[in-house]
């Protein structure tokens, strides 16, 4: 809700920003080093650089700038790709992000809001990327 607030304090002042979005998510290990806890039940597992971690994730949307227009946490084990439309405000003319972002779901979502798909392709299982 702050960050909701900031947003539109920045649109009050006549203060705009690049109507695109990259999208990423961060892993945020519970203390004491991303190991599973009792205490922090919410949290979740996932695998970073070969490493497995418990905790959550921040899902981010930014501007190219890097202002942040929204975010999202969830438990590290939800994949980032299922967080897509939650992060986005639906006035991007473009939206950037990795290959875990890229489902057939996704690239339908920003086509039906006339978003331009800046999501990186999959390489074809056997075939070239072109």
Same mark, same amino acid.
């Given at each position: 809700?702050?960050?909701?607030?900031?947003? @539109?304090?920045?649109? @009050?002042k006549?203060i705009?920003w690049?109507?695109?979005s990259?999208?990423?998510a961060?892993?945020?290990e519970? $203390? $004491?080093?991303g190991e599973?806890? =009792?205490? &922090?039940?919410?949290?979740?597992?996932? %695998?970073?650089?070969?490493?497995?971690?418990?905790?959550?994730?921040?899902?981010i949307?930014?501007?190219?700038?890097?202002l942040i227009?929204?975010? %999202?946490s969830?438990?590290a &084990?939800?994949?980032?790709?299922?967080?897509?439309?939650?992060? =986005?405000?639906?006035d991007?003319?473009?939206?950037?992000a &990795?290959m875990?972002?890229?489902? %057939?779901?996704?690239?339908?979502?920003?086509?039906?809001?006339?978003?331009?798909?800046?999501?990186?392709?999959? %390489? $074809?299982?056997?075939?070239e990327?072109?």
């Amino acid at each position: 809700k702050l960050l909701q607030m900031v947003n @539109e304090e920045l649109v @009050e002042k006549g203060i705009s920003w690049f109507r695109g979005s990259i999208v990423d998510a961060t892993v945020i290990e519970t $203390p $004491p080093g991303g190991e599973q806890s =009792l205490v &922090d039940s919410e949290a979740g597992w996932t %695998k970073k650089r070969g490493q497995y971690v418990y905790g959550y994730k921040a899902h981010i949307s930014t501007t190219k700038q890097g202002l942040i227009r929204k975010t %999202k946490s969830t438990s590290a &084990d939800i994949y980032d790709g299922l967080v897509l439309a939650p992060v =986005l405000d639906g006035d991007e003319t473009k939206v950037y992000a &990795d290959m875990a972002y890229t489902s %057939k779901k996704n690239r339908k979502l920003l086509k039906d809001h006339g978003i331009k798909d800046g999501l990186l392709h999959k %390489k $074809p299982k056997r075939k070239e990327l072109t």
